[in-house]
């Protein structure tokens, strides 16, 4: 499975990404400009992490408009699968494959931790890996990480179960205690309605080798090989 | 072709949570201000543009904020448009 990174001024975690798909799966792994248009070549576009354009105006705002995001769209729109990651899910909310938006954080702080989710969905090709109910640890890393969606978008990604990851606590419970930056829901991580199109603000390629601390990202990324090579 | 300047207002919808602005709410209460009431911060952009007509014009910025300067899924706008004297 080919595997294309975005590489945009001002991503910083492209190349963990990278080191993900290329050094511990052993996957092909372009990494693509964001002024290159042709993503013909991949099968899994992944929109990294950082600060894109410097998150001028707003976070994700301009990085929707270069080509390769044009392309990115294309992509997930053939029923392919799209995976942004914090900055990533930002601009996905932006360019509209996925709903709602992130603002700034309840707190006003930026937050780097190590926080517990819950996996609300299991059959997912980006979750097939993890069991239901299950309770992981990715870090965060995030100033605008707050989810939010108006009340009839939100009453429809619960009715189609596009909430994938929720802040929790480490017993799996969902509430205002374990809800770190004031996000909707506790809602860290989204798809869309065909599920091929996963944002989260989670870093899973933060948590895939183990002299990190935590390999609770890997999963994330193993099942989605597996899934697209049984496919 | 006609000039023209505008400016833009770009303010967070009253649903969406601004903890910019009950931060400076509590600064100003700290200098003794304990009589604000609850703070909203937006943006303010200036721009200038050619168009065959002020309703070109308007209907060019209606566009470049929805689809850049505004997200309309937490932000509202609104705009002034000035004729500027051609040269």
Request: proline letters at 5%; a negative charge; one cysteine or more.
């Amino acid at each position: 499975m080919k595997f294309a990174v975005i590489v945009f001024p001002g991503a910083n975690c492209d190349r963990d990404v990278a080191y993900v798909t290329r050094d511990i799966l052993g996957q092909p792994t372009r990494m693509v400009w964001h002024e290159d248009s042709d993503l013909s070549d991949v099968d899994i576009v992944v929109v990294p992490g950082g600060f894109s354009y410097g998150d001028y105006l707003r976070c994700g705002a301009i990085a929707r408009f270069s080509p390769t995001m044009q392309a990115t769209v294309e992509h997930a729109k053939a029923g392919k699968p799209v995976l942004g990651i914090c900055n990533g899910f930002q601009i996905l909310t932006e360019v509209g494959l996925l709903p709602g938006a992130l603002v700034r954080n309840r707190d006003m702080r930026f937050i780097c931790d190590r926080v517990p989710l819950k996996v609300e969905r299991t059959d997912l090709l980006w979750t097939a890996g993890y069991t239901a109910g299950q309770v992981i640890t990715l870090p965060i890393a995030h100033g605008e990480g707050c989810y939010y969606a108006d009340e009839a978008t939100l009453a429809e990604l619960e009715a189609n179960k596009q909430i994938v990851f929720r802040y929790s606590g480490v017993d799996g419970s969902v509430d205002e205690k374990s809800n770190h930056n004031g996000s909707l829901g506790n809602i860290a991580g989204i798809c869309n309605r065909a599920g091929n199109v996963l944002g989260l603000m989670p870093h899973p390629e933060r948590a895939a080798d183990a002299v990190l601390g935590g390999v609770d990202g890997l999963p994330l990324f193993e099942s989605l090989v597996r899934s697209l090579v049984a496919a | 072709m006609p000039h023209y300047s505008a400016r833009i207002y770009v303010t967070l919808r009253p649903s969406v949570l601004d903890p910019a602005g009950t931060a400076v709410q509590s600064g100003l209460a700290h200098m003794g201000y304990t009589n604000v009431g609850p703070i909203r911060i937006g943006k303010y952009i200036e721009l200038t543009l050619e168009a065959d007509s002020e309703a070109a014009a308007s209907q060019q910025l209606d566009r470049m904020c929805d689809q850049l300067l505004a997200n309309p899924v937490i932000e509202n706008y609104r705009f002034e448009l000035q004729t500027l004297a051609t040269a």
